[in-house]
Structures are given as C-alpha cells and as structure tokens.
C-alpha cells in the first residue's frame, strides 16, 4: 500500500528565504506524485507532479520539486519565499495504473516579514 | 470557464437530518471523487467514481452515500448515521489520460449542531 509523510507539519520561513518541504513515499510500483496547494476556505490547486519524465520538476508560483527514488523523496522547494505563498501545502502519491491518490497530512507554510 | 462548482460553501444541519452536498463539472471528466478534510489530518476519500451509474467506497465510506447518474455530477449524501459529520468536503475530478491529475472544486464546510 502506497502512503505519504510530510516532515513538519508546521513551517516557518523569513521573505526571501527558501522555502523548503518536505515529502516521502512508500509506493510497491512507480509512483506519479503531486505538491497540491490550499489557501484557506478553498479547495487545493495543483502545483506540479512528477509523471516519470524528468526527475526536476517545475510549477506554478516558482515551485519546483525532485524525484529522488534512492531517497523515496519528493521535496517541494522555491529560492525566494513571497508573502503570497503562506498556505497549506500536500503531497499526494498514486501508484501508477491506478485511481486513487493518497494524500500526507499537509504542511502549513508560514512567512515572515 | 471549465471548473468545479460545490454548492453550497456553508451548511449547517441539526444532528439527525441527512443532507446533500452538490458537486457539478464542466471539464468533461470521466471521474469523481470526494474528500473529507479535517485538521491535521489531509484530505480523505469517501467515495470515488469512475464511469456513469458506477462507484466505490473509498476509506471512509460510513455514513455517507452517492450517485452518478450523469457524467457532470456527483452529489453525496452525508446520513444521520455518521457520527461526526462537522468537516470541510472536496469534491474533484480527473480525466482518464496518464497523470490521473485531480481537479478540486471549492469546497462546502458541514457544521452539524
């Protein structure tokens, strides 16, 4: 059964500083994985997903995620935090073939003036 | 414009009522999904379909209750048998191609009192 863990449920991060969160997975086939982002009161909006092309995967907003299957990781990172971007933040795994997503239980990502 | 549409955003009920949450789609999409949201605990699937007049549980099905009687819709039932039905609920979508990417509608928070 595939699942996914988010270090940190919480993060803190100063305006200008790298945003960095993190992701791993546990998946018995190739996974395709998603970074969703939530805004409060709303639903979430993908921000980019790794489908097994290239292993550096670019988004919205300045986003950009690695595939790393060695580490089981998919780490969500941005050079230059923004006030806009403070937010809840998902990783989602589907093995690949199949339907169902599993989501980790979020990241909310705080800034700093 | 394509989207999702969930109506309403707000809903409150009195414990014992059944109530119905409205999900609508105009991205011609084969599948739908519903998503229970609580704190700290990501997102939930409820209920999932992939074709017309077809569906499954997903893991957290009691209590709840669904129908696809067309492609563009997707309306799930929240029953007097479900314990605690107070959260935020996500309706989505997804188009059978490779990625399998979820769109998500806005969202209706359910208070129960």
């Known amino acids: 059964a595939q699942s996914v863990t988010q270090l940190g449920s919480h993060v803190s991060v100063s305006e200008g500083a790298l945003v960095l969160l993190r992701c791993n997975y546990s998946?018995?086939?190739?996974?395709?994985l998603f970074w969703y982002v939530q805004y409060p009161n709303q639903g979430l909006q993908l921000l980019l997903k790794?489908?097994?092309?290239?292993?550096l995967v670019k988004g919205i907003n300045g986003f950009e995620a690695e595939f790393k299957k060695s580490e089981t990781s998919f780490h969500l990172t941005k050079p230059s935090a923004h006030m806009s971007d403070a937010a809840e933040y998902f990783c989602?795994?589907?093995?690949?073939?199949?339907?169902?997503?599993?989501f980790g239980t979020g990241t909310r990502l705080t800034i700093i003036p | 414009d394509g989207g999702i549409t969930q109506s309403p955003k707000y809903l409150f009920r009195k414990e014992g009522q059944n109530v119905t949450l409205s999900c609508e789609q105009n991205?011609?999409?084969?599948?739908m999904y519903w998503y229970r949201q609580d704190p700290g605990q990501g997102l939930r699937l409820i209920y999932y379909?992939?074709?017309?007049?077809?569906?499954q549980k997903g893991d957290i099905a009691e209590g709840y209750s669904v129908s696809r009687e067309k492609k563009e819709s997707f309306p799930l039932t929240v029953t007097s048998a479900q314990k605690n039905p107070t959260a935020f609920y996500l309706c989505?979508?997804?188009?059978?191609?490779?990625?399998?990417?979820?769109?998500f509608g806005p969202g209706t928070r359910l208070t129960v009192t």
């Open positions: 989602a795994v589907r093995p690949a073939l199949r339907e169902k997503l599993t």
């Open positions: 998946s018995s086939v190739p996974p395709y």
């Open positions: 790794y489908t097994s092309a290239a292993t």
């Open positions: 379909s992939q074709i017309v007049n077809d569906f």
């Open positions: 991205l011609n999409h084969d599948a």
């Open positions: 989505a979508s997804s188009a059978r191609d490779r990625a399998y990417e979820q769109y």
